[in-house]
């Protein structure tokens, strides 16, 4: 059986109706191995404090309508982050 994914998805208040919109979008697609924990306008630090607190395998923070930091804390790398863009995303279909 495959692990819950637990997603944190916070912004800079320049992207947080993004962020909004996208978790929306993976929670309505994959309500059943994905929990998406919502974490408002913040910093990027402090998103990062909050994934950590909140034990989440991934953290996508926003920093505006396009460029997002994507942070994968539980890795068999280790933690690492990437740059993308809301482009690069696979966003679910609409059923």
């Known amino acids: 059986m ?3 994914i637990r997603a944190l998805f916070a912004a800079h208040a320049n992207g947080v109706e993004t962020a909004h919109k996208i978790a929306a979008q993976y ?3 994959h309500a059943e191995n994905m929990e998406i924990l919502q974490g408002g306008i913040l910093t990027l630090a402090e998103a990062n404090d909050l994934a950590r607190n909140q034990k989440v395998s991934h953290l996508l923070y926003f920093h505006d309508t396009e460029q997002i930091t994507m942070v994968l804390l539980e890795s068999e790398m280790g933690e ?3 740059k993308v863009c809301v482009s690069d995303l696979q966003l679910p279909t609409e059923k």
């Open 2 to 4: 495959a692990q819950k």
């Open 80 to 82: 690492f982050s990437v």
């Open 27 to 29: 929670q309505a697609a």
